[in-house]
């Protein structure tokens, strides 16, 4: 009977456990141009890939950039006055090309580089 007792005082907590509701987690990831309609799914996949891709070449062009921005710090003891600097020190093979649109924004009282959008030429 006491063996009894305590398997359904188990039932009884994880049916009262199951019953309720989950939160919604607080941060969620949202995509505005996703419809997550399915005949639109073909143009979503390529607005993701076109993203994804100009994404990946801004790191992979920001990437030897920051790194002889870094050695030039530890070489220096001071951060580029430009760009071009790196390139007269022989820290960087040649000046730096941005990707189609864009442009490299140097700051050289913190030594921060970023791509950034060019303005468009009229």
């Known amino acids: 009977m006491n063996a009894a ?3 359904w005082a188990a039932v009884i907590c994880l049916a ?3 019953g309720k509701k989950q939160s919604e ?3 969620k990831a949202t995509n505005t141009t996703a419809t997550g309609n399915p005949v639109t799914a073909p143009v979503d996949y390529l607005g993701a890939v076109g993203r994804a891709k100009r994404v990946s070449e801004k790191v ?3 990437a030897p ?3 002889a921005i870094q050695m030039f710090q530890a070489a ?3 951060y580029p006055k430009d760009l071009a600097e790196l390139v007269k020190s ?3 093979p040649a000046q730096p090309k941005a990707p189609t649109g864009m442009k490299f924004q140097y ?3 913190s030594g921060e580089v970023k791509l950034v959008e060019a303005p468009a030429n009229r």
């Open 65 to 67: 950039v920051k790194q």
């Open 107 to 109: 700051d050289a009282a």
């Open 76 to 78: 220096e003891d001071r």
């Open 5 to 7: 007792l305590v398997s």
């Open 25 to 27: 987690p607080a941060t």
């Open 16 to 18: 009262a456990g199951c």
């Open 60 to 62: 992979a062009d920001l």
């Open 90 to 92: 022989g820290y960087l």
